[in-house]
């Protein structure tokens, strides 16, 4: 019994040992198998900060280890100081019992901590015995020497990338959150989606070391491109934000409002240069930027230089043709169809002249000196056409103003005399001078009506003899009843004249003179003659004289539509200049073969109508034309049709009779084409050269100037450019010339 007895106690011992070990191992701290007493430990505070130089200066910490047998409580202790989940930081700690002690239960300790070389959150751990409580220490304040890299004072921006170096002047390492802010754009952090983040990403920035943030910013659209993406690079302010990077307060600590007020905070101002484009790109765009500037003040001074003062040269010709179109029309409508579109072939030879070049071509100042001097001589013209013009009036009047036959018909010659002169291009002095004459025997004709005219009554009174002496009894038609009226008015004429009778017994003598002309002539029709001359008109007597003259040259109208309805006889175009050229105007004539039917007065019986290639038409046997410049080389057809009493001549085989030549007209030469070419090649050469140079040197100086001002002086300079060149151009011409 006995020994079962022992047996039995030893396994109960047994037993209970292995429980308590278990408990021990698996951490219950079931009191019922604890032998030994615990301490519930009550420590104030658990957060101790550090100031700047890493040291906590002595702060009372309260213990109070309540529940404890006085017998079985020990001094409590402090654990090395480590970041929290780090390494232990090595730093001096000093824990030791106040000399007074407020509470019997609790216990007040100094505690003093020092060289805590680092900034952040850490912990140590309070023990007494076996019980502990974590305590958290902050050292916020630093000398915090962080900065930007004095490397790079202004960081720069390439598509939006920003990189800038943070310097660490301080002895001891920093952990930061940084966050950056571009005119008002937060830049965001490479690796973070999101903008709105407001703590930013955080960095360690070792003692007296550096290191780099990068981030991306925001998308600047038009504005961006324009600022930083073609002169020069945009410059932008930025706000660049470090935070000592101190994490929340753990969980239970209420006692301290925010963490914020500990942590150490560094505005730092930026200014940030920022490039649309990466590298080369970015500088080939300067570049080109640079020359689309310099060519834009370049084509202002262009502008300035040739173009507006061409543009007004050209409105001031336009409105001098105007006024010499107005001028021609007015006085030579129906008077002399040939004078009048000669000068309408001018003036219009001289408004393409000036418009033919673009304004910037040397060729346009050129051509439009020439067209002002061609406009000289046209006005000049239409001058002397103003001063003819009350005769040209009088001499197509139907009635010719009661003037004598005789007087009517030295005005008419003086016009058709001066109506040859003046279809010339360029008046000479010879032609000048026989203008003035003209002048001097037409208009004062008109001005002695009514007055004594010596000399025209000299010439009335021979011709009165010369008709009395033909119309003899032999006469053919001295029984005509038509021309015994005539010539009674004339034997019942006194020996002088008194200017009233100037013009009844004129015409009467002119009129036998006609007659006795036609049968002279061997007309097959005199009393027809006389009876076409018994009207009391001018008009009839220029018609009578057109009859005669054809009875004269032998050739009337039904010949002439006979010689243009033959092949062999039929007219060709003769042109006045061999090799003509654009904007040559030139007089077109259709010639027969037979120099006599060029001669014939029937050929007022026909209006030949021209037709050009340029969908231009003109009338006349003779006429004046031009071809402008087309820009490519092609022939020229020119052709005449002829019509008679508003019908077109026919061929036997009734087809319309028709003349018809081909012109080749080569262009203009242009002899300033090469001096163009070589003077753009060397304004290009200048553009791009002062484009490098700026964008090597000036840009350098510019880079912090306005961006506008940037562009106006740049813009400057290339109106710069072309001024020296055109007046470097233009005195080496004039010291040419």
């Known amino acids: 019994m006995t020994s079962r007895r022992v047996l039995v106690c030893v396994c109960l011992l047994f037993v209970s040992t292995n429980a308590l070990f278990a408990d021990d191992k698996s951490g219950n701290k079931s009191q019922r198998s604890d032998p030994w007493p615990q301490c519930a430990i009550d420590v104030h505070p658990t957060l101790l900060v550090a100031d700047d130089t890493g040291a906590v200066p002595s702060t009372v910490v309260t213990v109070c280890p309540k529940k404890c047998s006085p017998t079985y409580a020990q001094s409590p202790r402090l654990t090395d100081v480590s970041r929290i989940g780090g390494i232990p930081m090595g730093a001096t700690i000093s824990l030791k019992k106040a000399a007074t002690q407020p ?11 020092s060289k805590l070389w680092d900034t952040g959150t850490f912990s140590a751990v309070l023990v007494n015995g076996r019980q502990s409580q974590p305590i958290t220490i902050v050292r916020p304040l630093a000398p915090f020497a962080v900065g930007v890299d004095s490397t790079s004072t202004t960081p720069h921006a390439a598509a939006g990338k920003l990189r800038v170096v943070l310097s660490n002047g301080d002895a001891i390492p920093y952990h930061l959150r940084w966050s950056l802010t571009v005119e008002g754009d937060r830049c965001v952090p490479d690796g973070t989606q999101s903008t709105s983040e407001t703590q930013g990403p955080s960095i360690t920035l070792p003692a007296k070391s550096a290191a780099t943030v990068t981030c991306t910013l925001p998308e600047r659209g038009v504005k961006g491109f324009v600022l930083g993406g073609t002169l020069k690079d945009e410059v932008g302010r930025g706000i660049l934000t470090l935070k000592s990077d101190t994490p929340d307060m753990p969980d239970g600590i209420d006692h301290v409002a925010s963490m914020e007020s500990l942590r150490q905070r560094k505005d730092i101002p930026l200014t940030v240069s920022m490039s649309y484009w990466n590298e080369p790109t970015q500088s080939i765009a300067n570049v080109v930027t640079l020359c689309l500037l310099l060519v834009a003040g370049g084509l202002v001074s262009l502008l300035m230089g040739a173009a507006i003062p061409t543009v007004l040269r050209r409105a001031k010709l336009a409105f001098r043709l105007r006024d010499v179109k107005r001028k021609s029309a007015n006085v030579l409508d129906g008077l002399d169809p040939t004078l009048s579109m000669g000068l309408d072939v001018e003036r219009r030879r001289i408004q393409d002249l000036a418009h033919n070049d ?57 016009c058709t005399s001066a109506g ?121 007597i220029k018609q009578a004289r057109q009859t005669l003259q054809e009875v004269i040259d032998g050739v009337d109208a039904e010949a002439l539509q006979a010689a243009l309805r033959d092949p062999a006889a039929r007219p060709v175009v003769v042109l006045s200049l061999q090799d003509p050229s654009v904007f040559d ?31 231009r038409r003109a009338h006349g046997w003779d006429v004046r034309h031009f071809f402008a410049s087309t820009g490519e080389v092609k022939p020229h057809q020119v052709s005449v049709c002829f019509v008679r009493n508003g019908v077109t001549v026919k061929d036997l085989a009734g087809r319309d009779v028709t003349v018809s030549e081909s012109l080749a007209i080569p262009p203009r030469q242009r002899a300033s084409r090469k001096r163009v070419a070589l003077q753009l090649v060397r304004t290009a050469l200048l553009m791009v050269l002062s484009a490098v140079a700026l964008q090597k040197t000036a840009l350098a100086l510019l880079s912090n100037t306005n961006f506008v001002s940037v562009v106006l002086g740049v813009f400057s300079t290339g109106f710069l450019i072309d001024t020296l060149k055109s007046g470097v151009d233009a005195i080496r011409l004039r010291g040419a010339s």
């Open 358 to 414: 673009v304004w910037f071509s040397p060729d346009a100042a050129d051509n439009l000196a020439a067209a002002e001097a061609a406009l000289v001589n046209l006005e000049e013209r239409c001058a002397y056409v103003t001063q003819f013009t009350p005769a040209l009036r009088l001499a197509h009047s139907i009635r010719g103003g009661g003037l004598p036959p005789t007087l009517l018909q030295s005005i008419e010659d003086a």
């Open 585 to 615: 105007a030139m007089t077109m004539s259709a010639c027969f073969t037979d120099p006599v039917l060029n001669r014939a007065a029937a050929r007022a019986h026909f209006d030949p109508v021209w037709t050009f290639s340029d969908n």
């Open 420 to 540: 040859l002169i003046l279809r010339k291009v360029t008046l000479s002095d010879n032609d000048r001078a026989e203008l003035a004459t003209l002048l001097a025997t037409s208009v004062p004709a008109m001005a002695l009506q009514g007055q004594k005219n010596a000399a025209l009554e000299t010439t009335m009174l021979a011709r009165e003899a010369v008709v009395k002496a033909v119309f003899v009894p032999a006469h053919p038609l001295s029984v005509n009843p038509v021309c015994q009226r005539w010539l009674a008015v004339l034997n019942a004429a006194g020996a002088s004249i008194d200017p009233s009778e100037y013009a009844m017994r004129d015409t009467a003598a002119v009129k036998l003179e006609l007659a006795a002309r036609y049968v002279a002539a061997g007309g097959p029709n005199a009393p027809g003659f006389v009876q076409q001359l018994d009207q009391s008109n001018w008009t009839t």
């Open 103 to 113: 509470v019997k239960e609790c216990i007040d300790y100094n505690v003093s901590i």
